[in-house]
């Protein structure tokens, strides 16, 4: 199975907070480096989980760019897209100590990705192409992403998109991204509780969604039928990226309840550990 994403690959500089800040002072804290970025990180689990991956993103060529890059790379995603003298991207996510995590993002050059930058190559047999919502909500990269879409069509290729953040979608306009999501007519979403409620609630903008519950787990709701699934149990360390493994394990297929509990498995995974990446 080939699973193409299309967004960010990010530096990702995760801090989990021994005690909580305090203004002028210094706290002690465990801090990580590595890739991170919606598309990156679903691309890594997919990869992890047993697909092929390959991320396009277009990337700035500086110490950032590079260390994200490669280390995707090394985690077996092949990884495509323009790269240029410009700032890559930096998320930096600051972890409390209940494993809940607030983050703040530098996207770099990642939403300068133009249609003309793309290969018809990197969608060519994909069996699914995942959207990074993010790349709908900026210039060019929404263009891009219109024509990855188009692009993936050509052959029998799904498509799905994850909503990714309430406040970019208020800023963006909620009823203007409806119109954008119904344009391009994907065939699964996946969403947080926020997320969901930010673009109607009952509207259902694909044939299939998954509702990202948290520790309640999951709701797959189509036209038909609802379902709600558990999580897995352990322990919560960091859950930075535990919605990209859950869409990653969910994506590779199988019956309703299967492809959900895979995805609620890779999630559990993800909390357990510091970071986004598995």
């Known amino acids: 199975m080939l699973v193409v994403t299309l967004g960010d690959v990010l530096l990702d500089v995760v801090v989990r907070l021994g005690e909580s800040l305090v203004p002028g002072a210094d706290v002690p804290a465990l801090i990580r480096t590595g890739t ?37 790379a090394g985690r077996g995603v092949e990884v495509v897209g323009p790269t240029v003298p410009s700032a890559n991207g930096v998320v930096v996510s600051i972890v409390g100590r209940d494993g809940d995590r607030t983050m703040a993002s530098d996207r ?5 990705l133009r249609p003309e930058e793309l290969d018809p190559s990197w969608f060519a047999g994909a069996d699914v192409l995942h959207l990074s919502g993010y790349s709908l909500l900026r210039s060019p990269i929404d263009s891009a992403a219109e024509r ?26 909620p009823v203007r991204f409806r119109e954008r999501l119904d344009a391009l007519a994907p065939d699964l979403v996946f969403a947080n509780e926020a997320e969901w409620e930010i673009v109607g609630g009952s509207y259902l903008p694909a044939p299939l969604a ?24 352990g322990d919560v360390v960091d859950a930075t990226g535990a919605g990209d493994a859950l869409a990653a394990g969910f994506l590779l297929g199988g019956s309703l309840e299967e492809a959900g509990r895979r995805g609620l498995d890779a999630a559990a995974r993800c909390v357990a550990q510091l970071g986004a990446m598995p």
Do not use: H
Request: glycine share 12%.
């Open 148 to 173: 990855a879409v188009a692009l993936a069509r050509a052959g029998d290729t799904r498509v799905s998109v994850d909503l990714s953040a309430w406040p970019a979608i208020r800023a963006y306009g």
């Open 36 to 72: 991170g970025g919606q598309a990156a990180n679903v691309a890594a689990w997919a990869a992890a989980l047993g697909a092929n991956a390959r991320c396009v993103a277009k990337r700035g060529v500086d110490q950032a760019g590079e260390l994200a890059g490669a280390d995707l």
């Open 210 to 233: 998954v509702i990202k519950r948290g520790a309640r787990g999951i709701t797959i709701v189509s036209e038909e039928a609802r379902l709600d699934l558990a999580p897995v149990s």
């Open 108 to 112: 770099g050059v990642a939403p300068d």
